[in-house]
């Protein structure tokens, strides 16, 4: 009776453990920007009560049909908007969209969801971001990693190159010419310039940086730009910082603790 008793609380608690991961933890982060449809952008990727994430034509005006495939390769006319930068609030807090990837959570777990950073290195320690995801990134699913799409990195710039016709002054494309100082973002075509100098001013050209994650309810400053709203927001709260138990984490806890508080009783009178 206690070995089963044992079996059911321990698959209780791994299974609170289990989801707890998708929703909180550490991670590191990057930045990437390729112009292309972003992967949420899809009709059948989340809960969402609105749209998938807003995708634009070459022009950057709205696609309304999400079932336009994306100009990456795929010869579809679909790219991402430019909105879909990071912007910085002040000096400690930031917005933006990434590309995500949580091992053992899924797309249908975070395209739309948003999460708050707290940045732990780099240069940054302490700076807060909420962002949203918008895309995925299978870079490399045994880790955490959140990309913050913001333009100006070299790789997977086909897009770019199809969408603006030029090589952004040899950024776009060239492995062999990675753009190092603020300065080097005039030469990117003029509507990515505004996220690539955000990665000089408020990122300070971090390398990798490490941060934790903690899924909160979207603000409608990020849900304003891909009109994507799931179905699952009213389950958390606006700031994780402010109030840490306030997510599904305070209530696991304490059905962790209460199964730990059965398991000893259990042992302590073997039944
Ligand atoms: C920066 O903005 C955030 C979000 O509005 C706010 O919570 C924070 O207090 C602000 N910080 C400073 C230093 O103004
Ligand atoms: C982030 O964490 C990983 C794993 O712990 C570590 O290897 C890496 O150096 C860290 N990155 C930074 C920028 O400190
Ligand atoms: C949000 O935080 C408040 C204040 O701590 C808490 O009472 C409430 O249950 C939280 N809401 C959700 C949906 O978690």
New binding site residues.
């Given amino acids: 009776m206690a070995v089963l008793q044992a079996v059911l609380i321990l698959a209780t608690v791994s299974r609170i453990l289990a989801a707890d991961t998708k929703f909180t933890g550490t991670g590191?982060t990057g930045l990437y920007w390729d112009c292309c449809k972003p992967s949420c952008s899809w009709t059948e990727k989340g809960p969402w009560l609105t749209h998938p994430v807003q995708t634009c034509k070459k022009d950057d005006s709205p696609l309304s049909d999400f079932t336009v495939g994306s100009a990456c390769g795929q010869g579809g006319t679909a790219f991402v908007c430019n909105n879909q930068q990071p912007w910085a609030v002040n000096d400690t807090f930031s917005y933006g969209f990434t590309s995500t990837f949580i091992p053992g959570a899924s797309e249908f777990d975070w395209c739309c969801s948003c999460y708050e950073l707290i940045f732990l290195?780099?240069g940054l320690q302490g700076k807060r971001m909420i962002v949203q995801a918008s895309n995925t990134g299978y870079d490399d699913p045994t880790r955490t990693i959140f990309g913050v799409g913001a333009p100006g990195e070299k790789d997977f710039a086909n897009g770019c190159m199809n969408r603006y016709g030029s090589d952004g002054g040899g950024f776009l494309g060239n492995e062999g010419r990675p753009l190092t100082k603020r300065t080097d973002c005039e030469s990117l075509p003029k509507p990515l310039q505004q996220g690539c100098f955000w990665r000089f001013d408020w990122f300070l050209d971090a390398?990798?940086?490490?941060m934790t994650f903690q899924r909160v309810k979207c603000p409608k400053a990020l849900t304003d730009v891909t009109g994507c709203i799931r179905n699952d927001e009213d389950k958390f709260n606006a700031s994780a910082s402010t109030n840490a138990a306030s997510t599904p984490y305070g209530e696991s806890f304490s059905l962790l603790v209460t199964s730990l508080a059965l398991a000893a009783f259990a042992l302590a009178f073997n039944i």
């Fill in positions: 590191s290195n780099g390398y990798k940086p490490n």
